[in-house]
């Protein structure tokens, strides 16, 4: 997996989150495992 400019990823064993600064190949990893990629958090709708 590579890492993608301006992405948020999450550890989702000690909740630590890292921004990525620079693109390229390989993965993030916290904690022995590769972190997740942190999924925005929905607009709420005005009504």
């Not at 992405?7 to 064993?13: A, D, L, S, T």
């Not at 022995?32 to 009504?47: I, N, R, T, V």
């Amino acid at each position: 997996m590579s890492n993608t400019l301006g992405k948020r990823y999450v550890c989702e064993g000690c909740g630590t989150e890292a921004l990525c600064n620079k693109a390229g190949a390989g993965s993030i990893q916290c904690c022995g495992a590769e972190m997740k990629l942190k999924e925005a958090k929905p607009l709420p709708s005005s009504d």
